[in-house]
């Protein structure tokens, strides 16, 4: 097949074995579209946490790949890759070039090109890097001369240490535990409230016929009061008795209400975790057990730009 000179002189282009070829059967091949430059394969797949990695995640197809720029850091966040179906196939061109002998020096000519083409097999999987990468916090501090400092030989224990390893002066160096939910962009709208007119009132509706926003409330019958309150209840709500004493059917669940009067005879505050690291009780069980034997105590403090919400269980005075 003929072909213009892409240099603008006379040449010949020829294509060999692009016509009909046989699909083979095997092997089944994985496509994994790497966001970088891959100039090292090894290097490659220890980001992607090696082959048996790689494997034990296509294994599940509920489960994403996960790519480490920086595979030797803990604190190093991964960019996820999500799995889809394909049908292609890999092919292997091969560009040979021959030279024709010049008889006139006049004119250029240009060198026979052929391309071979192989299937090496069919691609039924890719992985395809769409979301963004997280944010990366790392191990430093800043220097009285206000340089950056590692605090990795100081937070890593990479080997047996000594009791002087633990008790070491250390700046504080407290990472967050997640920085984004969603690794692609999502548009937020952000509306007005609306402004009615005076005089305006809302219009009377059943709540029968609204459809919430949020999922029903399941409510258990809990009592919730602020630090701040005068006063704290003295005695559990009577719904909340009745639904425990419905419950309340065998003797493992009175021996696991006896456990949790001890726990507050012990101390009066308790967090819901510490409670279930306590006692062995089912959790729907103990959704019944606290609010009749105790009620939670919210109170919001303030931590430098942020509020942390604590819940507390505590013991009903009877």
Known sequence: ???????????????????????????????VEYPGLVRDVGAVLRTLGGEQGVSRIYADPAKRLELYFRPKDPYCHPVCANRFPTSTMLLRVRRRTKKKQQLDTEEQIQPEVQFEMEILGIVTTVYKFQGMSDFQ??????????????????????KPEKEEFFNKELPLYIPPPIFSRLDTPVDYFYRPDIQHREGYNNPQVSGENLIGLSRARRPHNAIFVNFDDEEIPTKPLD???????????NPVDKKVEEELRKLFEVRPVWSRNAVKANISVHPDKL???????????????????GSITWLFLILYHF
């Open 1 to 31: 097949q003929a072909a213009p000179s892409p240099h603008g002189g006379p040449g010949t282009l020829e294509r060999r074995n692009l016509g009909a070829a046989e699909l083979p059967r095997s092997p089944r091949l994985v496509c």
């Open 239 to 249: 719904a909340a008795v009745q639904n425990w004493k419905k419950v309340c059917t």
């Open 287 to 305: 959704k019944l057990l606290l609010p009749y034997l105790a009620y939670y105590m919210v109170s919001a403090t303030s931590v430098s730009k």
């Open 137 to 158: 916090y790392l191990a430093m501090h800043s220097s009285p001369d206000g340089k950056q400092i590692s605090m990795y030989d100081k937070v890593l224990m990479l």
